[in-house]
Structure formats: C-alpha cells, structure tokens
C-alpha cells in the first residue's frame, strides 16, 4: 500500500513557476511509474505527465511540455512537478498518482488527494 501526499499548491501569476511535490509512504516508490493528472472545473481530468521511479526519461502532455518538468528525489521518496511560464489555463486541481511500472500505463492504483492550483491573469 502506498500513500501519496501532494504539496506546493497556490496561487500565482501568469509567467511565474509553482513546484508541486509528491510523497510516498508506506513503501518506497521502487517499482512504480509515478504520474501527474490534472483537473480544471468542468474538464475532464487529463494526464499532465509521468516517471518510472528507477530511470528512465519522462513523459508529457503536449500543452505543458518544455514548460513543466518532473524530477524524482530519491532520499525522500518524493516526486516533483516543476511548474514554469504558468498560464490561466494551467488553473486546475493537480494529483499524483503511482501504478506499477511493469502494468498498464493507463491504470494507476493509488492516488493522493490532490493540490489546488490557480494561476492569475
């Protein structure tokens, strides 16, 4: 069982940077992928980009690529989700969430509660 907590939520303006971080406990994120979705009012929830814990490149939406960056920080079993060149529309709720790196991309099994993220214009 694994327990995500997101942290690093806010408000900020358009242009600026919010880093979002996401930590495990219970187990370590070893052998899972870790991803971020986000959800707006009215929208969907959509994939914003993913990292399989023990290596590899990471993945992400085309409307926040070059913009947002994930990076992993092995000592405290934590993800992150560097927000830069924030935009309006970038306004949403963000979650992580972890899967089994060897399962389905698309089914993630545990999720954390989820960071409020409001950019103004």
């Known amino acids: 069982q694994v327990q995500l907590v997101e942290s690093g939520g806010g408000l900020v303006q358009a242009g600026g940077s919010l880093r979002l971080s996401c930590a495990a406990s219970?187990?370590?994120?070893?052998?899972?992928?870790v991803g971020w979705f986000r959800q707006a009012p009215g929208k969907e929830r959509e994939f914003v980009g993913g990292?399989?814990?023990?290596?590899?490149?990471?993945n992400y939406a085309d409307s926040v690529k070059g913009r947002f960056t994930i990076s992993r920080e092995y000592a405290k079993n934590t993800v992150h989700l560097q927000m830069n060149s924030l935009k309006v529309e970038d306004t949403a709720v963000y979650t992580c969430?972890?899967?089994?790196?060897?399962?389905?991309?698309?089914?993630?099994?545990?999720w954390g509660q989820g960071t409020q993220v409001t950019v103004s214009s």
């Open positions: 969430a972890a899967r089994d790196a060897g399962g389905r991309p698309d089914i993630y099994t545990y």
């Open positions: 219970g187990r370590t994120f070893s052998t899972y992928a």
């Open positions: 990292v399989i814990w023990s290596g590899g490149s990471s």
